[in-house]
Nanobody, 117 residues
């Protein structure tokens, strides 16, 4: 089994910044992709940013040029730096880990990000 734990959420004013962290542990025996998703109340969970095992990144159009995803393979950790935050970014942010040999998704419990003045 793979365990996924997010941290770094909180309350921030519009225009502010946060950095989210996601640490994966357990039986990861292959290369894996990692990503961040978010879900606002009453909304569908959607991809925010992803990074592959070879560090290819992609972003939702709404966060391009504001958010940056990175990974540290030695720590099995993915980060997402969020700049110029907007109230529309308010959501629960979930980390996703996807091993490639036996593909399936592992999810964390989520971390709340609230952007409000």
């Amino acid at each position: 089994q793979v365990q996924v734990v997010e941290s770094g959420g909180g309350l921030v004013q519009p225009g502010g910044s946060l950095r989210l962290s996601c640490a994966a542990s357990g039986s990861i025996f292959s290369r894996y992709d990692m990503g961040w998703y978010r879900q606002a109340p009453g909304k569908q969970r959607k991809l925010v940013a992803a990074i592959t095992s070879v560090c290819i990144t992609n972003y939702a159009d709404s966060v391009k040029c504001r958010f940056t995803i990175s990974r540290d393979n030695a720590k099995n950790t993915v980060y997402m730096k969020m700049n110029s935050l907007k109230p529309e970014d308010t959501a629960v942010y979930y980390c996703n880990v996807r091993p490639l040999v036996t593909p399936r998704n592992y999810w964390g419990q989520g971390t709340q990000v609230t952007v409000s003045s």
